[in-house]
Nanobody, 118 residues
Framework: QEQLVESGGGLVQPGGSLRLSCVAS????????LRWYRQAPGKERDLVAT????????KYLDSVKGRFTISRDNPNNMVYLQMNNLKAEDTAVYYC???????????WGRGTQVTVSS
């Protein structure tokens, strides 16, 4: 059974950092495109970052460019999101997603809450 489990969320002050992790099982992780999404209360779910199956190509939401970094560890079926210089507007539930192709909905984790507040 396909499964994605996120961890690493929490409460952090503005300007702080967090590293989100997601462990995957039950599907061909090495061939999968991996994505981090986020959803703030009352807002739509936004695509934050994407990494190709090889790890060589990454893409970011404009508002997080230069602050967030997505990476993957294929031997251990892990994907990460390093978040630096966090802002209040980064507050959201962050979800890990995996799919073979970009047009697919793919598999979802249950999310991890990130709250940026002083």
């Amino acid at each position: 059974q396909e499964q994605l489990v996120e961890s690493g969320g929490g409460l952090v002050q503005p300007g702080g950092s967090l590293r989100l992790s997601c462990v995957a099982s039950g599907f061909d992780f090495n061939k999968s495109l991996l994505r981090w999404y986020r959803q703030a209360p009352g807002k739509e779910r936004d695509l934050v970052a994407t990494i190709s199956s090889s790890g060589r190509t990454t893409k970011y939401l404009d508002s997080v460019k230069g602050r967030f970094t997505i990476s993957r560890d294929n031997p251990n079926n892990m994907v990460y999101l390093q978040m630096n210089n966090l802002k209040a507007e980064d507050t959201a539930v962050y979800y890990c997603n995996a799919a073979l192709y970009s047009h697919q909905v793919g598999y979802w984790g249950r999310g991890t809450q990130v709250t940026v507040s002083s």
